[in-house]
Structure formats: structure tokens, C-alpha cells
């Protein structure tokens, strides 16, 4: 089928979901909404039974040796929850967390003798959750420990440890530092007291200023995540965030829209009246372009669409690969991965997770088989051009020269507002920027099209 006959056959609502539509404002309504969180392929699902036999063959064989390996790993646990949050597993409690690390680790060493990751180095660990900063000092020094013993690291690795302002006390930096991390995320979403308490974080900004001043004692690269579109929160707070952020001592950023999930607890708060209405999406727009427009006149380097770096120890390896199709083999209840041409999450009860372990079985609980190789590598280099903001329709028809149709899509975008064209590249426009992820997911979806044989 060709992109347009496949296009000619959408009702007039799927089709605009996918190309969007035109309009005088195209920085608030080039499309309804955005279309997904993270754009990428799907894969045929694989039935319960085969999950065991498919997760040994693929991790029996040699790696290919071509890509790059990452590892993901899982902290399912929080002090408090915050109130937009759809990833809040489970509150810590110093016992489980004890068995949990027991688990973790007799996951990994089990893997790490595996013969797809016994030969591989990594590039890029990735401890994220949930809140890694929470973990006890003793668990903490026992999951690095695991790590190091059992992953062959790559001398340039990168070892990021997420966490949330409140467990920067040295006794735990120095643990994380001398086990091996190299890089802290931290979760701060606002700098301001009244929306930070709103959303559920604990300290006031006074406090979350002082403990990033303590960070800078050690030689760890910093990296603060703020959230655009809180409950409440005005044009005017979310620039003082940014312009916090400047002034703070840290070496990158990442900038996230808030989703507000329907049945969450945030959109039950706001239904009661309890907390403020978040920004809608033209909302979002507004805040996302006046953070852009201040960074871009302050020279701060973009690595992607939503990441910015002060610094060039900043690289941001783990982001960047696990979406553009490196290996990431996960770790912990709650995390997914991909190795072998299959993709697959983990259990998210720890109690089921556990289970899983003390039977010897990878904790999986959803397996996808992945698409071709190819039409991976098309969707990888979709993925990773428009992160950065352009399509080089040149390279993608150098994989596959049916692909050169998606100049359709293209000339639509660049018609609507959405893009322009220098050179042998389409550039997304200023206004294009903040709809990139819903334009990812049409390209890739428009390229499996077009690659179906
Ligand atoms: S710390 Fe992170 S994972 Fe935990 S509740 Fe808050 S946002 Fe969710």
C-alpha cells in the first residue's frame, strides 16, 4: 500500500490524530493531543507459557557484537507518594527492602553468567524507580557491589543513580560514589514551596538549594528534573524554576510534561477542588516554549528536544541509547528491556516478583517479539533524528528506498507549520518542537506501513 492510499483510507479523525491538522496557531493546535508518552514500535505478543523458553534462547546466544548494551534496574520503593504519580510501587519498609535487594541481586549474578551478558561491556546503568536514594547504605553498598562484581563496565561507563533531594546526607553520597556512580538524577520537578508541597514533595526550596550547594563537595555529574504543567503552576513560577536552575550548581536538566493520568490521584484532586487545575496541553505548550526560548538566549547546550547540558561530563548515554535501540538488559521488579529481538517488563508486585526469583525465573510478565531488524533500524533513526529535532530522509531511504514516500508526510508537516526543509534535512520549527512526539509516533507508524511486505 502507498502512504497516501493508506492515508486516503483513515476516517477524518485518524487521520488527523496521525498528521494532525491545519491551523493559524500551530504551536497550541497542530494536533488535539499528544498521542503517546514515549513514541516506538510494537511488537507480537508472545503467549505466558514460552515466556521461560524464549527468555533462555535469547540470552543463550552470543550477542551480535554490533550494538551497544545498557542495563536498566529497578528501586520499587518511596518514602511518600507524590500526587502525579502512576509509578508509585510500593512504600519503603527497611525489611522488604532487605529481601528485595537479596532478590535483586541473586537476578543479577544469575544473568550476569548468562552467555549473551557474560561477554558484553556496558555502556550505561540505569538505577532508577521509585526512589534508589532511599535505599539504606548497607543495601546500597550491596547492589553496587553486585554490579560491579558481576558487569563488565565499560571504562567510559556511565552509573546513574536516581533519587529526590531529601536523602543527599554524605554518609549515602560517599557509599554511592565509592560503589561506582558517576551521575545523580535527581526529581526535584519544582523549586517552589507551595507547588512542591501541593504535588506531595516534602522540603521547602530553601532546603532543596542547600542540599544541591552540598552536592557540589563531590565529583559527581547533577542532574535536576523539573516538571512544566503542575497543578497551579503559572507561566511566571515555572520561569523562576528555570531561572533557579541556572543558578544552581548542576551540570544538566531534563524538562517533562506533567501527564496527568484520568484516574489518578492528581485528576481526582483537581475534580474535588482540592489542588488547582493543571495546565492543558496549549497551556503546556506556552510553558514549554518560555523555558526553550530562556535556555536557547542563555547559550545552555540542547542534547535532545527536553534535555539540556551546562556541562560536557554531562552526556546523558542511558536516555539516549535505550531509545535508539541499544540492548538494556532490566533488573528488579517493575523494569523492562529488550535483548535478543524480544521486549519484555517485569512483574510489578514484589510479592509475585519474589516468587519468580526463589523459583529460579526471570519475573517476566509481558513479552513482546519484536519487528525486524530493519524496520527497527528505521524506526531507531527516526527516533533518534526528531529527539534532536530533524528527519535526514536521505539516510532513511538509504535503508529502505520505499520510505522515500514519507515525503508525503513530511511535505504536510512542512505545509502545516510543523517543519521546514534546509539542505537534505526537515527541520521541526519552533512551534513543531513540542508536538515531536506525536510526529515521531505517525513517522514510525507511516514507515511500518510503507516496510510491510
Ligand atoms: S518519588 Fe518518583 S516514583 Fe515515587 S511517588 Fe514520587 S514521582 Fe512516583
Same mark, same amino acid.
Given at each position: 500500500?502507498?502512504?497516501?492510499?493508506?492515508?486516503?483510507?483513515?476516517?477524518?479523525?485518524?487521520?488527523?490524530?496521525?498528521?494532525?491538522?491545519?491551523?493559524?496557531?500551530?504551536?497550541?493546535?497542530?494536533?488535539?493531543?499528544?498521542?503517546?508518552?514515549?513514541?516506538?514500535?510494537?511488537?507480537?505478543?508472545?503467549?505466558?507459557?514460552?515466556?521461560?523458553?524464549?527468555?533462555?534462547?535469547?540470552?543463550?546466544?552470543?550477542?551480535?557484537?554490533?550494538?551497544?548494551?545498557?542495563?536498566?534496574?529497578?528501586?520499587?520503593?518511596?518514602?511518600? #507518594?507524590?500526587?502525579?504519580?502512576?509509578?508509585?510501587?510500593?512504600?519503603?519498609?527497611?525489611?522488604?527492602?532487605?529481601?528485595?535487594?537479596?532478590?535483586?541481586?541473586?537476578?543479577?549474578?544469575?544473568?550476569?553468567?548468562?552467555? @549473551?551478558?557474560?561477554?558484553?561491556?556496558?555502556?550505561?546503568?540505569?538505577?532508577?524507580?521509585?526512589?534508589?536514594?532511599?535505599?539504606?547504605?548497607?543495601?546500597?553498598?550491596?547492589?553496587?557491589?553486585?554490579?560491579?562484581?558481576?558487569?563488565?563496565?565499560?571504562?567510559?561507563?556511565?552509573?546513574?543513580?536516581?533519587?529526590?533531594? @531529601?536523602?543527599?546526607?554524605?554518609?549515602?553520597?560517599?557509599?554511592?560514589?565509592?560503589?561506582?556512580?558517576?551521575?545523580?538524577?535527581?526529581?526535584?520537578?519544582?523549586? !517552589?514551596?507551595?507547588?512542591?508541597?501541593?504535588?506531595?514533595?516534602?522540603?521547602?526550596?530553601?532546603?532543596?538549594?542547600?542540599?544541591?550547594?552540598?552536592?557540589?563537595?563531590?565529583?559527581?555529574?547533577?542532574?535536576?528534573?523539573?516538571?512544566?504543567?503542575?497543578?497551579?503552576?503559572?507561566?511566571?513560577?515555572?520561569?523562576?524554576?528555570?531561572?533557579?536552575?541556572?543558578?544552581?550548581?548542576? !551540570?544538566?536538566?531534563?524538562?517533562?510534561?506533567?501527564?496527568?493520568?484520568?484516574?489518578?490521584?492528581?485528576?481526582?484532586?483537581?475534580?474535588?477542588?482540592?489542588?488547582?487545575?493543571?495546565?492543558?496541553?496549549?497551556?503546556?505548550?506556552?510553558?514549554?516554549?518560555?523555558?526553550?526560548?530562556?535556555?536557547?538566549? @542563555?547559550?545552555?547546550?540542547?542534547?535532545?528536544?527536553?534535555?539540556?547540558?551546562?556541562?560536557?561530563?554531562?552526556?546523558?548515554?542511558?536516555?539516549?541509547?535505550?531509545?535508539?535501540?541499544?540492548?538494556?538488559?532490566?533488573?528488579?521488579?517493575?523494569?523492562?528491556?529488550?535483548?535478543?529481538?524480544?521486549?519484555?517488563? @517485569?512483574?510489578?508486585?514484589?510479592?509475585?516478583?519474589?516468587?519468580?526469583?526463589?523459583?529460579?525465573? #526471570?519475573?517476566?510478565?509481558?513479552?513482546?517479539?519484536?519487528?525486524?531488524?530493519?524496520?527497527?533500524?528505521?524506526?531507531?533513526?527516526?527516533?533518534?533524528?526528531?529527539?534532536?529535532?530533524?528527519?535526514?530522509?536521505?539516510?532513511?531511504?538509504?535503508?529502505?528506498?520505499?520510505?522515500?514516500?514519507?515525503?508525503?508526510?513530511?511535505?504536510?508537516?512542512?505545509?502545516?507549520?510543523?517543519?521546514?526543509?534546509?539542505?537534505?534535512?526537515?527541520?521541526?520549527?519552533? !512551534?513543531?518542537?513540542?508536538?515531536?512526539?506525536?510526529?515521531?509516533?505517525?513517522?514510525?507508524?507511516?514507515?511500518?506501513?510503507?516496510?510491510?511486505?
Amino acid at each position: 500500500m502507498t502512504l497516501k492510499e493508506y492515508l486516503d483510507s483513515l476516517s477524518e479523525e485518524k487521520r488527523t490524530a496521525l498528521v494532525g491538522r491545519e491551523t493559524s496557531d500551530v504551536r497550541h493546535e497542530a494536533f488535539t493531543e499528544k498521542r503517546v508518552v514515549h513514541a516506538g514500535l510494537s511488537g507480537r505478543l508472545i503467549a505466558p507459557e514460552e515466556y521461560q523458553n524464549v527468555w533462555h534462547r535469547a540470552m543463550s546466544m552470543p550477542p551480535d557484537g554490533e550494538r551497544t548494551y545498557t542495563v536498566y534496574i529497578h528501586i520499587p520503593f518511596c518514602q511518600t #507518594k507524590c500526587l502525579y504519580c502512576g509509578f508509585y510501587q510500593n512504600a519503603s519498609r527497611q525489611e522488604i527492602e532487605d529481601v528485595y535487594i537479596d532478590d535483586l541481586i541473586a537476578e543479577i549474578e544469575r544473568d550476569a553468567a548468562m552467555p @549473551h551478558l557474560k561477554t558484553v561491556n556496558i555502556k550505561s546503568i540505569f538505577i532508577g524507580g521509585g526512589t534508589p536514594s532511599s535505599l539504606s547504605v548497607r543495601n546500597a553498598a550491596r547492589l553496587l557491589a553486585a554490579i560491579r562484581e558481576n558487569l563488565n563496565l565499560c571504562t567510559d561507563y556511565e552509573l546513574t543513580f536516581e533519587g529526590r533531594i @531529601h536523602d543527599l546526607a554524605p554518609e549515602r553520597i560517599e557509599t554511592w560514589l565509592s560503589g561506582g556512580v558517576n551521575r545523580i538524577s535527581l526529581g526535584v520537578q519544582s523549586f !517552589d514551596t507551595i507547588l512542591r508541597r501541593r504535588v506531595g514533595r516534602i522540603e521547602p526550596r530553601e532546603e532543596v538549594l542547600a542540599r544541591l550547594t552540598l552536592l557540589k563537595c563531590w565529583d559527581v555529574t547533577v542532574i535536576v528534573d523539573l516538571i512544566y504543567g503542575l497543578p497551579g503552576q503559572t507561566v511566571d513560577l515555572w520561569m523562576k524554576d528555570i531561572a533557579t536552575l541556572m543558578e544552581a550548581s548542576i !551540570d544538566g536538566m531534563d524538562l517533562y510534561q506533567l501527564n496527568v493520568f484520568p484516574h489518578g490521584d492528581l485528576a481526582r484532586a483537581v475534580k474535588a477542588g482540592r489542588v488547582p487545575p493543571c495546565a492543558d496541553v496549549a497551556g503546556q505548550a506556552d510553558l514549554y516554549h518560555a523555558a526553550r526560548d530562556f535556555l536557547t538566549v @542563555h547559550g545552555i547546550e540542547r542534547l535532545s528536544l527536553c534535555h539540556w547540558r551546562r556541562d560536557p561530563r554531562e552526556r546523558s548515554l542511558y536516555n539516549t541509547l535505550a531509545k535508539t535501540g541499544a540492548v538494556v538488559y532490566p533488573f528488579g521488579c517493575g523494569a523492562g528491556g529488550n535483548v535478543g529481538g524480544i521486549s519484555f517488563m @517485569h512483574h510489578r508486585s514484589i510479592e509475585v516478583y519474589h516468587e519468580a526469583i526463589t523459583r529460579g525465573e #526471570k519475573p517476566i510478565m509481558m513479552m513482546e517479539q519484536q519487528k525486524s531488524k530493519k524496520l527497527r533500524s528505521v524506526s531507531n533513526e527516526i527516533i533518534a533524528g526528531l529527539e534532536k529535532g530533524y528527519v535526514d530522509l536521505h539516510r532513511l531511504t538509504s535503508l529502505d528506498m520505499r520510505l522515500e514516500e514519507l515525503r508525503i508526510l513530511l511535505c504536510i508537516w512542512q505545509k502545516n507549520g510543523l517543519m521546514y526543509q534546509k539542505n537534505d534535512l526537515y527541520h521541526l520549527t519552533a !512551534d513543531g518542537e513540542f508536538w515531536y512526539v506525536s510526529m515521531t509516533q505517525s513517522m514510525v507508524e507511516c514507515a511500518e506501513i510503507l516496510m510491510c511486505e
